[in-house]
């Protein structure tokens, strides 16, 4: 007999009078599988005999069954006749019954829990690409590894062997590597770690390599606190302070617009520029940065204005000194105001006040350089300028004057310019 849906083979049931599989019986009439009764099953299930060894015929000795009085009345003593099992269809073999379908949920888990697998290994895969870097790698291998990925430009896989990743991360982009392997690459790199410091969860490396060509050293230490093997850089960036020497500038580190005091680099070439066309930066604009322990990195550079911002400043200050000299009034701005009434009593009418600039001030203004800058450079001050000649209208003792002279009136001070802002602004002291 063939197999069916539920892995029973088909069998007679002389008792019942028809086939049976498991919980299924065959409906001849409706050619098909049909479930049995609760009670039929459970005596099916529980009496199915095991497979045995065939044995010898024997003869057959029918069980005593009482008369049944179905039509034709039998014999007293004669065997019952038992109904014959009913042929089973196509070439003798029981129909196989339908095999149960999955049900939608036990499917939907199937797929769930198979997916779950699947992302299980590729996360393990992801974790054991990412972590075969620095687990089991000796601390020389991880500074070397890591020197390597810088050299290669890899920021990702060199911020990958640090213990922690530095705050300011703006320098620390393939982009940043790029513009320093420009300058000079990373190569030569040569790792060992001093005599009896190979113990505990922190060790020293020293490193001796090249950037672009320039023999360089430095020492990475090397950290393992969960004490598993796995070795990270403690410090690998260089720290560098800028101050406030290119504050507005719109400076570039690497070819990275920067605007903070401070810097964090890979090791390597590390350039400084200005992107204003107002302002010229001369002096010492790149440094090799090889040694994470040195924080004594320091541009020594000089910010100065430009021909094109010398000459914005002076234009700035020469046009607001001639409308303060031109003006009639009292108040003129530039700090050469005049007060109405003067020390002794004489009052100046506004309105008919002259002013002229001496001849020290005019030379003063024809050669105007700025001083040296100090902390902000987008604030450029003048030297002092110089006095100004005043004649103007007076009353004295209640006599009005004309042409009276003034002395010992205010004069230009020093100017402060702001760059910054379009057009500049001059204030006065």
Known sequence: MSGNGDGQAPMWDAERGEWVAGALRWDAAAAQWVPRTTEAAAETAAVAPAPAEPAAAEPHVAAFTPPQHVGASAPYGAPVEQPAPQPLPGHGHAPVPPRKKLPTGALVGIIAGALVVLLAIVVGVVFAVRGATTAGAAPETVVSDYLKAVAAGDSEAALAMLDSKPRQGALLSDEA??????????????????????KGYSIPVRVDYTIGGKPVSGQFDVVDYEDDGTWK???????????????GLNATVNGVPVDSDSITVFPGTVTVAIDNPNYTVSGTTTLLAADPNDFSLRFDTTVELSDEGTSLFQTAVRSAVDACIASKNLAAGCGIDIPETLSDGTKIIDGTITRTLRAETQAKLANLKPDAMYGDPGQVRTPYLGGVEVTADCDVNGQRRTGCSLLFLPSLGSALVDLTVTPPVVRWD
């Open 177 to 198: 590597l790029a513009a320093a392997s420009e300058k000079g690459t990373i190569e030569n790199i040569v790792v060992s770690v001093p005599k009896g410091s190979d």
């Open 233 to 247: 850089l403690a410090h690998g960036t260089v720290d560098i302070y800028l101050g406030g020497s290119f504050r």
